[in-house]
């Protein structure tokens, strides 16, 4: 029964910041990694952050290091995201595995995943 649910999603001007939260039931984030991704029209489901369950690692995807942060509050994890660029338009998802870790989430395919969310639209745009 596990299940997430992404919101936060909508239109913003070049600049601007956005809140992204992902609410999880089923199992805890104390146990298990959680991953952002996002996918836009015509380009591959890429990862843009993870956090481990312990809480006591990290990844962001180079594109977005400086801008976007990730961030856990009992069973929601947020992606702040600061100076959207028009390259940040995207769906937006967030995911859990219970055997993948945030080590290795830069270097393997997002369908390794197995559990998502139904995503959420980011639109930047002035």
């Known amino acids: 029964q596990v299940q997430l649910v992404e919101s936060g999603g909508g239109l913003v001007q070049p600049g601007r910041s956005l809140r992204l939260s992902c609410t999880s039931s089923g199992f805890s984030w104390y146990n298990f990694p959680i991953g952002w991704f996002r996918q836009a029209p015509g380009k591959e489901r890429e990862v843009v952050s993870c956090l481990s369950g312990s809480g006591g690692s990290t990844y962001y995807a180079d594109s977005v290091k400086g801008r976007f942060t990730i961030a856990r509050d009992k069973n929601t994890v947020t992606l702040q995201m600061n100076s959207l660029k028009s390259e940040d338009s995207a769906v937006y998802y967030c995911?859990?595995?219970?055997?993948?870790?945030?080590?290795?989430?830069?270097?393997?395919?997002?369908?390794?995943?197995?559990?998502w969310g139904k995503g959420t639209l980011v639109t930047v745009s002035p």
């Open positions: 995911a859990t595995d219970f055997e993948n870790t945030c080590s290795i989430a830069g270097s393997r395919p997002w369908y390794s995943w197995d559990y």
